[in-house]
């Protein structure tokens, strides 16, 4: 996305004095080429989910899930990442009293920042919840990287709330929480709940064409998730998922097979229909993970229905 504006605003220098007309079309048509990029995802997803036990969405499903991917992208990758993600900024505890519920750590995926979560922080913000959020760095590094940057946001956390706090994690940030619940054997005793939207717990089919770090890492069967996985279960046993929601869908189309955001002993919920980004801000999604930090008397359907 950010090559995409580089593009954009070179052609429309070196065009613009040349011919207007072809400025416009040739701006028009860059800004839909991820459309076709969406497509081809989409088309390898239902090829690869024809063995996966969760039932495929209809063509009508994967087209309306293609048009909503499509239209919702640019908003988060060329307009609110990279020029909003400071308009929100984190609760601190200093001159706050503490929230009689949990805070949430907001922990967003790859090539994102916590710009990804303005929707959330708003309606926690509606509802005095207080919160943390990351910015996992370097953008291609490694996974464990950003354990660091989790145990400092879920510090600031566990400061601002009477309860432990409830961590939403959105694709690799998922990924990112289990590193951090591995990193210490006390870590899973200092959450209530861990919430996963669209997470490729078992690795994504789409990263085996990865060459960074952390898409390595996401491959299936990859060395890091086993070596995880391997860790997890020897801290925490047969127990190992039991504090975990996580959020998949059918039409996800770059966390695939479907069954790869599911966990063992999680509570797993199936949200059909829903493309990959669109998963974090599908309403019933939000309702029910705002719902874990909610203090009492308030309702989170309030919260998402703008």
Known sequence: ??????????????????????TIAGLVLGAWSHALVLAFEFGLAAWVNRGDSVPPPSRAERLRAWWHEASLTPTIFLWRQPFHWRDLPDNTATGHAIAPGPAMVLIHGFVCNRGFWA????????????????????????????????????????????????????????????AWLASANGNIDRVSRVVTIGSPHHGTWLARWSRVTNGRQMRQRSAWLQALAARESTMRGDDVYRKFTCFYSNA???????????????????????????????????RASLAMAMPAGISSETLTAS
């Open 119 to 178: 929707p959330w922080m708003q309606a926690l913000r509606n509802a005095d919840v207080p919160y943390t959020s990351v910015n996992l760095e370097p953008v291609f590094g490694s996974i464990d990287a950003g354990v660091a940057q989790v145990e400092d946001a879920v510090a600031r956390a566990e400061a601002l709330g009477a309860m432990p706090p409830v961590l939403v994690c959105h694709s690799m940030g998922g990924l990112a929480a289990r």
């Open 252 to 286: 996800d189309h770059i966390v695939f097979p479907v069954s790869t955001a599911l966990l063992p002993g999680a509570d797993n919920r199936h949200v059909p229909g829903v493309p990959h980004v669109a998963l974090a801000f599908q309403p019933t999604v939000m």
């Open 1 to 22: 996305m950010a090559s995409a504006t580089i593009g954009s605003l070179a052609w429309l220098f070196f065009m613009w004095p040349r011919s207007p007309g072809w």
